[in-house]
């Protein structure tokens, strides 16, 4: 290997470069300092800046517990390179409530008991906001194939469908949906 | 639902505040005290929910909002990202390791190899055969070598490829049959047990009935691939010794374990449960604690080391491999007359729990049948492929393949119904099993085949539309080529530990005047890996003491063991220590009313929120009785002893024994091969539902892995190499694999002996599910298969 730069907490070889950016998550402006030009957004989400939210369970986008939305559009975290996504508006669970409280899909995870080890527990909240934002009465398979992406192995899915019944019924005004 | 909100909003609270004002480590179990709802009024006080109730998870709300702290989110000012670098062969001598080019690097503050292991150079479950770090032979592929602490998770992965390993590469020992006879490849030997059952009179010429089937029936390796990869974080104390934060499921065995092979007292080694991503047997082995704990010793900073999705796959034990022979033999009228069987079990290199897994699918090798002679003999072998331990089911789900396999193939020979076949022979409270235990339980056998056939088939219609078809999204199949089939299975397995083991669970219950009246404190070590046993310690604590303010004290050291969150056991021996711990406490409020008020405190009991006399002339509020007073008790909580199982395998080795039927319907496209399963439908034997909501649940979860096992999970390994270990090539059910799931009928008989008279549930639905589906499949192509997971070859070729 050859001689290293002096830096702290970056990774050394002179073939990298170290970069200071900023991302604009959540509506604010989050400076980054001195990173590795090679992180991931979620590694910067989690290990800098301190919004663990999203997940770490494959990083390779195959499960989705890292889902964050990017400019409006649903992504793997773990597959932007986070000094790519200067300029970008990112949205993470950390911000998915205005008030701080409760989304109606987070309520809908407490009150199904979609919820176990929670680790996927984030990503889906984040996968089914978006879905509903596009298809607000989904089809059986139109739920299953917009949620695919998200690996749960507590769950079996069963309550995370009831879940989404409960959202859409609720956001529909239906009396079925009160709880 | 204002119980919810409540309970919700006063985790969320409590959490955020802890996360946020940084705490200097942030890990999931501060984050879970945030059960600590009180409430700003006294008068929005709520009932909360006792047992028999659905409860709200009390870590529910910093689940969905992002703020509950897995391992894998600590963080800590100046810490070191730790690696671990792997052997790339199943079996070679290490010839030499230089580590010099990778600690010479900027940013590397430690490499460490096995030189650098003060105490004990093995650990072990069980048995402590595995080295901390492979310094002579690697045994296999992903053995670790050498570990390193950076200042960057990438100088990390540098510095692991910078490390020099010269290897004198061998062929592997991966069959396990070949490895009984075969060299060492161990000190130990390749064995790590054989064991015979012997039922009856086998050998006998009456053992024998009129008509026998035979088969070979084989299973592959499955991961529990549990979402949040293992973590741990270490933090060095003056004193010398650790506080070492990491998700688990046992925190007292891993401490006793990771304090011998660093040189230390237990008392030294201070460990609590971070927030733990999912187990399902993945974790009751260590998997990097020691590291984590080396690494932060020799470099007296803090270390996270955090595996990878790959590096969880080589991390941790799977479960065993295993290829079984079967006859049975059964009289003209289907009475089973003898059940002969020969299990190998893989166990991979290093020994983990493969004796217990081994007696484990032994004594459940006949089914829940009543067997007039049987001959069990089984193997657990050691050979250069992944080591294999527990998983969600341990040893039953391997054998409730085969005989279930085997019951199907004997009604056929009998020209008998299956499922009629299975009701002759179910086995009922009186029965003795193989081993001779008599089964004083609940033990619904029939009952649950009965309801679980009896129930309508979910509509289902013709084959769906095309992404409801085999192949889903690959487009792929046509409809005239999809077959339907049907099929039946049913499982049993043991609740809580076995052959003698000493098993218990420790809680301490603590009273004290809160802020807006009396708080119970639960502390107990129980690991909650998304179980809910922090649900159920809320509710059985709210039950027992009528009181409504229920804070869960980190799971740690610093309380008594609470045994393993495994063997479907926390719910009876953690929920059972909490539930007397808490009547311990409660005596002490009789005692003390009995010293205030003058009452016969053996007249007294708690009904709902009050304390009561049975003769109704006194009556006080709990809150009152209890009003600027402390009470603490500690109980231990111990199972009945059972026995190791002799040299005929007999003997009185399990607790209590919990058992699931499963109706499996599968669409196959034949000449694909391929397989979407459509439902399963259940029927499951539970004693008494202590959380329905939560127990629906454990079942689907269970059965989605079941699934999995049955039609696509497979760590593929050849020659000793694993070939998929990632989610792009280990396959686990998606939203558009799972079917329906229909649950049929939950018995609820209690169970005597057990806390409330509940079973514990999270086991049984992984056990039968997979064999159900088997059945299915050969329903549809009407030809065998003797293999899962069933892959396109075994249905096309």
């Known amino acids: 290997m050859t001689a290293p730069q002096a830096h702290s907490n970056e990774p050394t070889n002179d073939h990298d470069v170290t970069v200071g950016y900023s991302l604009s998550i959540n509506g604010g402006t989050h400076p980054v300092q001195d990173a590795w030009i090679g992180e991931s957004l979620l590694y910067v989400l989690r290990e800098r800046l301190g919004l663990p939210g999203a997940k770490n369970a494959c990083e390779q986008g195959e499960c989705g517990s890292c889902s964050v939305v990017l400019d409006g559009t649903l992504v793997c975290s773990c597959l932007v390179l986070a000094a790519d996504a200067v300029g970008s508006e990112i949205a993470t669970i950390e911000g998915l409530s205005a008030d701080g409280g409760l989304t109606d899909v987070q309520q809908a995870f407490l009150d199904a008991g979609a919820v176990q080890c929670g680790f996927c527990t984030t990503g889906l909240v984040m996968s089914v906001h978006d879905m509903l934002d596009t298809t607000p009465a989904p089809t059986d398979l139109e739920r299953r194939e917009a949620i695919s992406g998200n690996l749960c192995r507590c769950t079996g899915y069963g309550r995370i469908f009831e879940a989404i019944d409960l959202v859409v019924t609720r956001r529909s005004g239906s009396p079925a949906g009160a709880s | 639902m204002s119980t919810t909100e409540t309970i919700a909003t006063g985790t969320d609270t409590t959490t955020g505040t802890e996360t946020t004002t940084g705490t200097e480590t942030t890990t999931g179990t501060e984050t879970t005290t945030g059960t600590e709802t009180t409430p700003a009024d006294s008068s929005e006080r709520t009932r909360g929910p006792r047992i028999g109730e659905n409860a709200p ?52 503050h430690a490499v460490i190899t096995a030189d650098d292991v003060p105490g004990q150079k093995l650990y072990g479950l069980e048995h402590k055969d595995q080295p901390v770090f492979a310094s002579e032979v690697v045994r296999f592929h992903g053995e670790p070598i050498a570990a390193v602490a950076a200042d960057h998770p990438e100088t990390a992965r540098r510095a692991c490829r910078a490390i020099e390993v010269e290897y004198d590469v061998h062929a592997p020992i991966v069959d396990a049959e070949l490895s009984i006879t075969a060299p060492p490849i161990h000190p ?98 260590i998997s990097l604690q020691i590291h984590t704990a080396l690494l932060t010793l020799h470099t007296g900073r803090p270390v996270k080391l955090q595996y990878s999705r790959e590096e969880s796959f080589f991390g941790h034990v799977h479960r065993h491999p295993a290829k079984m022979w079967y006859r049975h033999s059964a009289r003209a009228d289907g009475t089973l007359a003898k059940i002969e069987a020969r299990l190998v079990f893989d166990g991979g290199a290093y020994a983990s729990t493969s004796s217990a897994v081994l007696s484990n699918a032994s004594c459940f090798a006949h089914g829940p049948y009543n067997v007039e002679h049987a ?107 999809i077959k339907r089939g049907f099929g039946f299975a049913i499982g049993w397995k043991n609740l809580m530990f076995s052959e003698g083991f000493d098993d218990y669970s420790t809680a301490r219950v603590r009273i004290d005047e809160g802020q807006n009246g009396p708080v119970v404190t639960v502390h107990c070590a129980c690991a909650e890996v998304g179980q809910g046993f922090v649900t159920l310690a809320q509710q059985i604590a709210r039950t027992v003491l009528g009181l409504d303010e229920i804070l869960l004290h980190p799971a740690d050291t610093q309380v008594g063991s609470a045994g393993s969150t495994s063997a479907s056991r926390q719910t009876w021996m953690s929920g059972g220590a909490v539930q007397q711990a808490c009547e311990a406490v409660r005596t002490q409020i009789f005692a003390s009313l009995a010293a205030t008020h003058g009452v016969d405190p053996e007249t007294l009991a708690i009904q709902d929120d009050h304390i009561v006399s049975v003769d109704g002339t006194f009556s006080i509020p709990v809150e009152d009785a209890v009003a600027n007073k402390t009470f603490e008790a500690t109980e231990v909580n111990r199972h009945v002893q059972t026995v190791r199982l ?152």
């Open chain 2, 646 to 797: 002799d040299a005929d395998g007999q003997g009185d080795a399990h607790v209590s024994f919990a058992f699931a039927a499963h109706r499996a319907v599968v669409d196959v496209d034949e000449e694909l091969g391929l397989v979407r399963v459509i439902d399963i439908t259940t029927t499951q034997d539970v004693g008494k539902l202590l959380n329905p909501r939560q127990a629906l649940g454990q079942i689907e979860g269970g059965i989605a892995q079941g699934v999995g096992l049955a039609v696509m999970e497979e760590i593929i390994v050849t020659n000793g190499k694993v070939r998929n270990a990632s989610f792009t090539d280990y396959l686990i059910p998606t939203t558009l694999d799972m079917p329906t799931v229909t649950i049929a009928a939950l018995i609820e008989e209690p169970e005597p002996g057990a806390p409330f008279g509940a079973k514990g549930i999270g086991e049984p639905p992984t056990i039968a599910s997979t064999a159900a589906v088997a059945a299915a499949i050969r329903n549809a192509i009407g030809r065998d298969i003797t293999r899962v997971p069933v892959r396109p070859q075994d249905i096309c070729l």
């Open chain 2, 188 to 285: 130990d030997g390749n064995i790590f047990r054989h064991m015979f059952i012997r039922h009856g009179h086998p050998d006998s010429p009456e053992s024998e009935g009129v008509v026998a089937v035979e088969g070979d029936y084989e299973i592959g390796m499955q991961d529990q691939a549990f979402l949040g990869p293992e973590c741990a974080l270490g933090i060095p104390l003056e004193d010398g010794g650790i506080e070492l934060y990491v998700s688990t499921q046992w925190i007292h065995a891993d401490r006793e374990q990771t304090a011998a092979c660093l040189g230390l007292d237990p008392e030294q080694v201070r460990m609590t449960m971070a927030g733990v991503g999912g187990a399902f047997g993945g974790r009751e082995d």
């Open chain 2, 57 to 108: 998870r009390p870590d529910g709300v910093p689940k969905v909002n992002g703020e509950f702290a897995f391992g894998n989110d600590m963080w800590i000012e100046g810490m070191l990202f730790g690696r671990t670098l792997r052997s790339p062969h199943p079996y070679a001598r290490i010839i030499s390791i230089d580590i010099s080019k990778a600690l010479a690097m900027h940013g590397v």
């Open chain 2, 375 to 481: 001959l069990i003999e089984g193997y657990s072998v050691r050979t250069n492929n992944p080591s294999c331990g527990a998983m969600r089911g341990f040893g039953a789900v391997q054998t409730c393949f085969a005989h279930e396999a085997q019951m199907d193939k004997l009604a056929a020979a009998l020209g008998i119904d299956s499922i009629d076949l299975r009701l002759k022979n179910a086995l009922k409270t009186g029965d003795r099993n193989i081993t001779g235990q008599l089964l004083s339980g609940v033990v619904p056998v029939a009952e649950l085949i009965e309801r679980c056939v009896a129930h309508p088939l979910p509509a289902m219609g013709e084959v769906g539309e095309m992404m409801g078809r085999p192949g889903g999204a690959g487009r792929t199949a046509d409809a005239h080529h």
